[in-house]
């Protein structure tokens, strides 16, 4: 059976069982098929880990109120308010650290555009020929794409996250319910295809040119100092003594 063969069959048995929210229900499996896909799995192998989509269909019919069943969901639903605080803190450190890298880009991208504009605020920036200055400006520019990439990735990851976190919820309070689960959600990031490449492409690029302008901008301060410790002949240290 193929992607379009079990979409068609799922959505025609919940139209036929009535069954709520079936277009939904339709685009969650036809997203299931988009991510497997990508990750190289085939539509028959999608198809046969899935199942049967009749019965698939049939187990979203309302079951009988059980009042075993009924303790259980409430039970299932109380252990996830009690783990609500640790999932939230969870989720807040990964939060903060997603501003935190988004500070180290930003930095890095304004350390670029000061070594190339030639400004040091309050001597902040450690004195050095222009020409290095805007070298090392490149490689700092470089460094600031590949973590507003990674940022990009990592907050991806988080999203991703949340909706697996709720998605692991909503398919166990249904699984002791009685009802028929979702899809699961992978935890690693699904962007588009597009989007995929452009990123992949920036990040490789921006790495290279960030090691290549760093390794040239050491170069170039070695040479034009004639020693090895370039730093000790532009006095770096002997600026942060006297301060």
Same mark, same amino acid.
């Given at each position: 059976?193929?992607? =379009?063969?079990?979409?068609?069959?799922?959505?025609?048995?919940?139209?036929?069982?009535?069954?709520?929210?079936?277009?939904?229900?339709?685009?969650?499996?036809?997203?299931?098929?988009?991510?497997?896909?990508?990750?190289?799995?085939?539509?028959?192998?999608?198809?046969?880990?899935?199942?049967?989509?009749?019965?698939?269909?049939?187990?979203?019919?309302?079951?009988?109120s059980?009042?075993?069943?009924?303790?259980?969901?409430?039970?299932?639903r109380?252990?996830?308010?009690?783990?609500?605080?640790p999932?939230?803190?969870?989720?807040?450190?990964?939060?903060?650290?997603?501003?935190?890298?988004?500070?180290?880009?930003?930095?890095?991208?304004?350390?670029?555009?000061?070594?190339?504009?030639?400004? @040091?605020?309050?001597?902040?920036?450690?004195?050095?020929?222009?020409? @290095?200055?805007?070298?090392?400006?490149?490689?700092?520019?470089?460094?600031?794409?590949?973590?507003?990439?990674?940022?990009?990735?990592?907050?991806?990851f988080?999203?991703?996250l949340a909706?697996?976190?709720?998605?692991?919820?909503? @398919?166990?309070?249904?699984?002791?319910?009685?009802?028929?689960?979702?899809?699961?959600?992978?935890?690693?990031?699904?962007?588009?295809?597009?989007? @995929?490449?452009?990123?992949?492409?920036?990040?490789?690029?921006?790495?290279?040119?960030?090691?290549?302008?760093?390794?040239?901008?050491?170069?170039?301060?070695?040479?034009?100092?004639?020693?090895?410790?370039?730093?000790?002949?532009? =006095?770096?240290?002997?600026?942060?003594?006297?301060?």
């Open positions: 059976m193929t992607k =379009n063969e079990f979409l068609s069959t799922l959505a025609a048995e919940l139209k036929r069982r009535t069954i709520a929210d079936t277009d939904e229900i339709v685009s969650e499996y036809e997203q299931h098929f988009t991510f497997k896909m990508a990750d190289g799995y085939s539509e028959e192998e999608i198809v046969a880990k899935l199942g049967d989509p009749v019965l698939i269909a049939a187990q979203f019919e309302p079951a009988d059980d009042p075993d069943k009924l303790r259980t969901k409430w039970m299932v109380g252990a996830f308010v009690v783990a609500a605080v999932v939230a803190l969870f989720f807040l450190m990964l939060i903060v650290t997603a501003v935190t890298l988004m500070a180290f880009a930003m930095s890095f991208g304004a350390l670029a555009v000061i070594l190339f504009a030639d400004i @040091n605020v309050y001597s902040l920036i450690p004195p050095m020929p222009y020409w @290095n200055g805007a070298v090392f400006g490149i490689a700092a520019a470089a460094l600031a794409v590949l973590l507003a990439v990674g940022c990009v990735y990592y907050v991806a988080i999203r991703q909706r697996a976190y709720g998605r692991l919820r909503h @398919n166990l309070i249904a699984s002791v319910s009685g009802t028929a689960p979702l899809p699961y959600l992978a935890v690693h990031p699904q962007l588009g295809g597009k989007i @995929n490449r452009r990123l992949r492409l920036a990040a490789l690029l921006s790495f290279a040119l960030c090691a290549i302008s760093m390794l040239l901008g050491i170069i170039v301060a070695v040479l034009s100092t004639g020693t090895i410790e370039f730093w000790h002949a532009w =006095n770096w240290f002997a600026m942060v003594m006297v301060r």
